[in-house]
T-cell receptor
Framework: GAGVSQSPRYKVTKRGQDVALRCDPISGHVSLYWYRQALGQGPEFLTYFNYEAQQDKSGLPNDRFSAERPEGSISTLTIQRTEQRDSAMYRC???????????FGPGTRLTVL | AQSVTQLGSHVSVSEGALVLLRCNYSSSVPPYLFWYVQYPNQGLQLLLKYTTGATLVKGINGFEAEFKKSETSFHLTKPSAHMSDAAEYFCAVISKKSSGDKLTFGTGTRLAVRP
């Protein structure tokens, strides 16, 4: 079946603009995770959902970052008033209930000029 | 708190040689351990995982890893490298009881395979 998809794959924006990154998980997967990966680093946890409930947002760096998953499927990560330091690869993963494996999408490469 | 250390950000081996990528972890509770691989312009793909049971786990593409609690290690090996193994490899840990299943990753090791 289809894997995790993310859109857009690449996003270039100017400092101060808002961006919305989309994640479409594997159908039926209950849990959805967002990670951010800076160049030369491993992915770092941002937030995750079980169904539509945001369970943990401790990794969101500040209040410019928010995420939602209103119907328990597609999720959107929004960054308001982007800054150059927000430039990174944003990765989404989903996990089936009762399992341990997170399946990752291809990521969205965000560049803030 | 949990953490992962991957020794060597770059490893280069000859085709046919042994691949050894090192991973050490820190966790206050029994860990679940994972190795992911990232090929250029692709997402992270699971290679293998240890949760419970047998400490030697086998994954895709001939890779295997051994969980050694006494050494807090989960090194990744492959007996004979192939050119197609060139990629970036990430070790990750979940501490089930404390972290809500979020993965903590190491900084990655880029594997180059020489002809």
């Amino acid at each position: 079946g289809a894997g995790v998809s993310q859109s857009p794959r690449y996003k270039v924006t100017k400092r101060g603009q808002d961006v919305a990154l989309r994640c479409d998980p594997i159908s039926g997967h209950v849990s959805l995770y967002w990670y951010r990966q800076a160049l030369g680093q491993g992915p770092e946890f941002l937030t995750y959902f079980n169904y539509e409930a945001q369970q943990d947002k401790s990794g969101l760096p500040n209040d410019r970052f928010s995420a939602e998953r209103p119907e328990g499927s597609i999720s959107t990560l929004t960054i308001q008033r982007t800054e150059q330091r927000d430039s990174a690869m944003y990765r989404c993963a989903s996990r089936e209930a009762g399992t341990d494996t997170q399946y990752f999408g291809p990521g969205t490469r965000l560049t803030v000029l | 708190a949990q953490s992962v250390t991957q020794l060597g950000s770059h490893v280069s081996v000859s085709e046919g040689a042994l691949v050894l990528l090192r991973c050490n972890y820190s966790s206050s509770v029994p860990p679940y351990l994972f190795w992911y691989v990232q090929y250029p312009n692709q997402g992270l793909q699971l290679l293998l995982k240890y949760t419970t049971g047998a400490t030697l786990v086998k994954g895709i593409n001939g890779f295997e890893a051994e969980f050694k609690k006494s050494e807090t290690s989960f090194h990744l090996t492959k007996p004979s490298a192939h050119m197609s193994d060139a990629a970036e490899y990430f070790c990750a840990v979940i501490s089930k009881k404390s972290s809500g299943d979020k993965l903590t990753f190491g900084t990655g090791t880029r594997l180059a395979v020489r002809p």
